[in-house]
């Protein structure tokens, strides 16, 4: 039984032939003599011929180039969308400040020119100076005060 346990470590590499040639004729041997590991290299061969097979069929590139191509258009639009998103905010934001700016611009300037114009063509000067809650100003307050 002890042969049969290092004979059954040894089927792997005996299937593809990694052994030297006198360990190789030993497992044969053993092989020919011995219907369990016969029937257990048998099975072993089976399920790694299955395996060989699988890992030489041809991959469709046709179907892996579209999916790369199209995994790789989605990024592309992700970072494109991304960048055109900021690039709308900094102009709508640009655009309105410069607006702002614009029209608080022409707002004094057209306040000092109309300003100035007032001043140039009027003659009135202001000889007195009326402080906010002024008793004069206030009409109620003028009367009682002087009815008193």
């Not at 607006?99 to 000889?127: D, K, L, P, R």
């Given at each position: 039984?002890?042969?049969?346990t290092?004979?059954?470590?040894n089927?792997?590499?005996?299937y593809y032939?990694?052994?030297?040639?006198e360990?190789?004729?030993?497992?044969?041997v053993?092989?020919?003599?011995?219907?369990?590991?016969?029937?257990?290299?048998?099975q072993?061969?089976?399920?790694?011929?299955?395996?060989?097979?699988?890992?030489?069929?041809?991959?469709?590139?046709?179907?892996?180039?579209?999916?790369?191509?199209q995994?790789?258009l989605?990024?592309?639009?992700?970072?494109?969308?991304?960048?055109s998103?900021?690039?709308?905010?900094?102009?709508?934001t640009t655009?309105?400040?410069a607006?702002?700016s614009v029209?608080?611009?022409?707002?004094?300037?057209?306040?000092?020119?109309?300003?100035?114009?007032n001043?140039?063509n009027?003659?009135?000067?202001q000889?007195?100076?009326?402080?906010?809650?002024?008793?004069?100003?206030?009409?109620?307050?003028?009367?009682?005060?002087?009815?008193?």
């Amino acid at each position: 039984m002890n042969d049969c346990t290092k004979i059954e470590n040894n089927l792997i590499f005996f299937y593809y032939k990694e052994l030297n040639k006198e360990k190789m004729e030993q497992i044969n041997v053993h092989l020919l003599n011995c219907s369990k590991c016969e029937i257990l290299y048998n099975q072993l061969a089976n399920s790694l011929s299955v395996i060989d097979i699988e890992k030489n069929t041809d991959i469709d590139l046709l179907l892996t180039n579209k999916i790369i191509e199209q995994v790789l258009l989605v990024e592309k639009n992700k970072k494109g969308k991304n960048n055109s998103v900021v690039f709308k905010k900094l102009i709508q934001t640009t655009l309105t400040v410069a607006a702002i700016s614009v029209g608080i611009f022409f707002g004094v300037f057209i306040g000092g020119f109309y300003e100035s114009a007032n001043i140039a063509n009027s003659n009135f000067e202001q000889t007195e100076v009326f402080y906010f809650n002024d008793l004069e100003q206030e009409a109620f307050l003028s009367e009682i005060i002087n009815n008193e």
